[in-house]
């Protein structure tokens, strides 16, 4: 008998294997004998004949007998054979779960062969184990590799879209068993060679060292995969806002409990009895906690344990990013459908949805119905997969888009626990601070605050804001006399506003009302830099000086509880609710505000600084910090502008002043930046309306073409064509970048960390105003230049040995064509179904095939069907017609049919006696030289090559590298040429 120590390697691989199944998969494998896999068989094979899909099931044959003979040496070594069934178990799960996708069915088909090929026949060897135990080692690491392909094949297809997700992912799926395939077939020579425990214990060595090697490879292709898709979807980041909401919950434990605690809740969140179907409203006041309520829910569903979440479609997400022809996810459709097919692939998956209100009316209406179809669409095998919870207002569009859905509605009773809480914790803050307050005192502030908020979280916070910035007791004591507290949120805010006014000094309060009309009314969050550059350009000057109109002050100095400044510098208001109060209140009229906005931007666009060449001091300066925004939404600032009845003020003085500066910059606007189109772009009636005023003004046709121009270089992702930009705003932002760029790349100049403070960090930026990264950029100018070149080559090919994969294609019907040319594989579904008799023919053959057994007697398989008597042959036509063409090429000694006569000439090479290229390194021998060398890079781990000179690689970034250099740029050209 051999050591226990092997067979406890077998146990050990097993209950590995095991773990990675549910229950009922490992029941159902345990109980799985050869008996009834070859009922399963029989059974899949009688339904594809009745169906006339005969794939070729013989293929098995080999693969069974192997296993067959690998169980009945290790039941004659150890006295047990359930080892084997956890491989005829996934096998027939495998078949029945494929045998409805004849693609799928055949990849399992061809890739059971590729195992069979090297797996050896053990019964001619049986001895062999007992007369040197040493070698059992062989039988557990055999057993070891079988198990970790079926681990990976099995989980590829539980997932639940496997059938969408086939085509685009199966061959990453596939790559995995390469390494499998190779140390079989090591094992099967150590076993022919009768190998030392020493040949044994450095073949395994090999073989880990070839499994690292594989998984490092394809854990790179991986990584660089997940980052192209994640450069093409660039998600908002939520994980930030979600760790701030923790943050501030961890200070005052228990918040939120109550929600958590409620039985409709309750209902809805059960991972395993939830409402049917299970979609919630959580619902509330402004200033009511729900977004805070929201990120508490997403905290408890990450603490389910397994956490819902599924990372296999990466391919499929990937493949997506390069057929989709754009740098960045734009497409409704294409997003729709991704959406679709990741909630259709995860397991279970909680979605919450907050700041509804935030959206347009038909954006929320959309979002609203898709969602809710999502979850109410559910089979009912599992309409509890998927559950939803909104979070917006109580108001009437919310209960159209909710009616019939359970609700939670956050009261006052609700959040007075919480807000307890958080003021006695606030009083002793309070108390630290001002080390004279008495505790009795703290503690009827603290309750005083919680009688005033009413529920409302945000008033509570602003309460609290507002006593600590209190410089002495007898401030508290004012704040504290009757009517002292804020009775509502926007009570608080003009509190807020009071405050700012009494405290500011001179011009400053003129200051603090120009910075919030701007963050009102900007079309994207502002950045601090880009706000002290706005306040330092002096148009009177001709010039911008941040030395001398910087803001000494922070945002939260200028402006108090209002604002709030984010880590990259963004700042924004404290609450979507400062915005309305703002305009409500008639701090901010939006209209003008637009109007000044506009004015400002083309004002700033006519400057010296900007119509000149950029010269390195100017960069320097920070002159050009306001371009970026300047450039991209000056248009959009006077459309909101000068849009008829939206300004209630448009009789007024005011509102005509603004209108007549800004015609006038707009004259000179135009003057200075005119590029002369040859091609011109028709503006809208609706938008043409918008410039009636215009109309008497000289530029205005120049106006019409320029606002055309731009509206299409807002929404095209193309190459636009020149003669169609009607200003030089493109060149002007292209000259002002390299010089920047320059600067910041040359470590000879001694001003870079002075531009990084003035224009941010991320320099590197994508020269279309279609693109998000216009103005957001890229640390590098690596990372700038592979996201242009999917602007300007999006059509990637989607094999990563391939040139194309990195270089791309400017059409899809270039693409599709190098597809047709280098990457096809010849489609089953094409192919004229073959007739009854062919099948039977086929049948029969498969039945004449058998393998030897031992003994040299044939066996054969149990996988026979009935034979199925011809059908009467329809009458054939008198008339002679054509002879039609073949479409037909059928192998006379296998069931293989061919749709081309070449490919089966060359197919029958399979079928040849001699074998000329034969490997040196495993004397495996090849009937085709491409055969051949396929086989010869298993050996050197080269599997990417340049498609120029020819030369091999075992990694892509050397292949990356082998294209920079002198050499490899050749190559591209000679590529691009022969294109």
């Known amino acids: 008998m051999a050591a226990p120590t092997t067979q406890s390697l077998l146990e050990k691989s097993l209950q590995k294997f095991k773990n990675g199944l549910t229950k009922r998969l ?105 007369i040197r135990p040493h070698m059992t080692q062989i039988l557990s690491d055999i057993y ?59 073949a395994r060595e090999s073989a880990q060292r070839s499994h690292h090697h594989g998984n490092d490879q394809l854990s790179k292709q991986d990584l660089q995969r997940l980052r192209d898709v994640h450069n093409w979807l660039r998600a908002t980041n939520i994980d930030i806002d979600q760790d701030n909401h923790e943050k501030a919950r961890a200070e005052y434990p228990g918040t939120g409990r109550w929600l958590l605690n409620s039985t409709v809740f309750q209902d809805w969140f059960n991972p395993q009895f939830p409402a049917i179907p299970p979609l919630l409203w959580l619902n509330g006041i402004p200033g009511a906690g729900k977004t805070v309520l929201a990120s508490l829910v997403i905290e408890e569903a990450r603490r389910l344990n397994p956490p819902p979440r599924d990372d296999g479609l990466l391919p499929t997400f990937y493949q997506k990013s390069c057929r989709s022809g754009e740098s960045v996810l734009t497409s409704q459709s294409l997003i729709e459908e991704l959406l679709s097919l990741a909630f259709g692939n995860c397991k279970s998956a909680y979605i919450i949805i907050d700041g509804l209100d935030e959206c347009p009316r038909d954006e929320r209406k959309f979002i609203t119905r898709w969602f809710r179809g999502l979850v109410e669409d559910l089979p009912n095998t599992e309409p509890e997969r998927l559950r939803c919870l909104f979070t917006s207002q109580d108001d009437g569009i919310a209960r159209k888009d909710f009616a019939g859905l359970a609700s939670i509605k956050v009261e006052a009773k609700d959040n007075r626990p919480d807000i307890e809480v958080y003021s006695r914790t606030e009083a002793q803050k309070l108390r630290q601070s001002c080390t004279s307050l008495t505790q009795e005192k703290a503690d009827t502030i603290s309750r005083a605050v919680v009688e005033s908020a009413g529920g409302l979280f945000l008033l509570a916070k602003l309460i609290w804001i507002n006593l600590t910035s209190s410089t002495s007791i007898a401030r508290i004591d004012e704040v504290l006399e009757p009517y002292g507290f804020p009775t509502s949120i926007n009570d608080a805010y003009s509190r807020i506003m009071e405050r700012i006014a009494a405290d500011a000094q001179g011009g400053a309060m003129e200051d603090v009302l120009r910075l919030l009309g701007w963050l009102v009314c900007a079309k994207r969050p502002l950045k601090w830099h880009e706000i002290q550059a706005m306040n330092s350009t002096m148009l009177e000057e001709q010039c911008i000086s941040l030395e001398r109109y910087s803001f000494i002050k922070s945002p939260k100095d200028l402006c108090a509880s209002l604002v709030e400044t984010q880590e990259d510098g963004t700042v924004e208001f404290v609450h979507l609710t400062v915005k309305f109060f703002l305009t409500e209140a008639k701090y901010v009229n939006p209209s003008n505000e637009e109007l000044k906005l506009a004015t400002f931007c083309i004002d700033y666009l006519n400057l010296p600084t900007c119509v000149d060449l950029p010269t390195e001091k100017r960069v320097v300066n920070g002159d050009y910090v306001f371009m970026d925004y300047a450039v991209l939404y000056w248009l959009q600032h006077l459309e909101e502008g000068v849009t008829p009845g939206r300004n209630e003020d448009e009789g007024c003085q005011e509102h005509a002043e603004l209108m007549e500066q800004l015609a006038e910059s707009l004259g000179i606007f135009i003057d200075q930046h005119w590029a002369a189109p040859t091609v011109t772009s028709v503006l809208s009636k609706r938008v043409s309306k918008k410039l009636q005023f215009f109309q008497s003004f000289g530029f205005y046709d120049r106006l019409d073409k320029a606002m055309a121009s731009t509206r299409k270089q807002w929404n095209d992702f193309g190459n636009m064509d020149k003669r169609e930009i009607a200003l030089d705003l493109v060149d002007l932002v292209g000259r002002v970048r390299d010089l920047l760029e ?56 989607p094999e990563e040995t391939c040139y194309f994969y990195a270089w791309g294609f400017a059409f899809e019907a270039d693409r599709k064509k190098h597809m047709e040319e280098n990457h096809s594989t010849t489609s089953y579904e094409d192919r004229e179904f073959p007739t009854d008799q062919d099948i039977e023919n086929s049948i029969v053959a498969g039945r004449e095939r058998s393998y030897e057994n031992e003994d040299g007697n044939e066996l054969e398989p149990s996988m026979e069907v009935e034979p199925v008597p011809n059908p009467t042959p329809p009458p054939t036509a008198v008339r002679r017609g054509k002879k039609p063409r073949q479409t037909q090429f059928i192998c006379e000694s296998c069931p293989k049919v061919f749709t081309k006569r070449s490919n089966l000439n060359s197919h029958l090479q399979s079928h040849g006696i001699e074998r000329p290229y034969k490997c040196p390194e495993c004397d495996t021998s090849f009937v085709r030289q491409n055969d051949f060398n396929r086989h010869r890079k298993k050996h050197k781990g080269e599997k990417f090559d340049c498609r120029g000179c020819g030369k091999l690689f075992s990694r892509k970034d050397t292949l990356d590298k082998h294209y920079e250099s002198r050499v490899g740029r050749e190559c591209r050209r000679s590529l691009t040429v022969f294109k």
């Open 742 to 797: 320059h600067i910041i790349s040359d470590p000879m100049i001694p001003f870079t960390h002075t531009v990084t403070d003035r224009y941010g960090k991320s320099l590197f930026k994508c020269p279309r105003f279609s693109c998000k990264f216009f103005s957001q950029g890229f640390p590098s100018r690596d990372e700038r230049d592979r996201h242009i070149s999917k602007h300007e080559r999006p059509f990637r090919c």
């Open 26 to 130: 490992t029941a159902s494998f345990e109980a799985t004998t050869l008996e009834a896999l070859e009922a399963s068989i029989h059974e899949i094979q009688v339904k594809q004949h009745a169906q006339r899909r005969i794939q070729g099931l013989h293929k098995l044959g080999r693969f069974i007998e192997a296993i067959k003979q690998y169980g009945e040496v290790i039941d004659r070594i150890y006295g047990s054979n359930h080892f084997v069934a956890f491989i005829w178990g996934p096998l027939s799960f495998l078949l029945q779960t494929t045998s409805i996708a004849d693609d799928a069915f055949r990849e399992i088909l061809d890739v059971y062969e590729s195992i069979r090929e090297e797996l050896p026949l053990l019964i001619q060897h049986q001895d062999l184990f007992t």
């Open 144 to 202: 070891e590799e079988i198990l970790s392909f079926q681990h990976i094949i099995l989980r590829y297809f539980q997932q639940p879209q496997w059938r969408r997700v086939f085509d685009s992912s199966w061959n990453v799926t596939k790559a995995h068993f390469e390494s499998i395939v190779t140390n079989i077939a090591r094992h099967q020579r150590l076993i022919e060679k009768q190998a030392t425990p020493l040949e044994i214990g450095e």
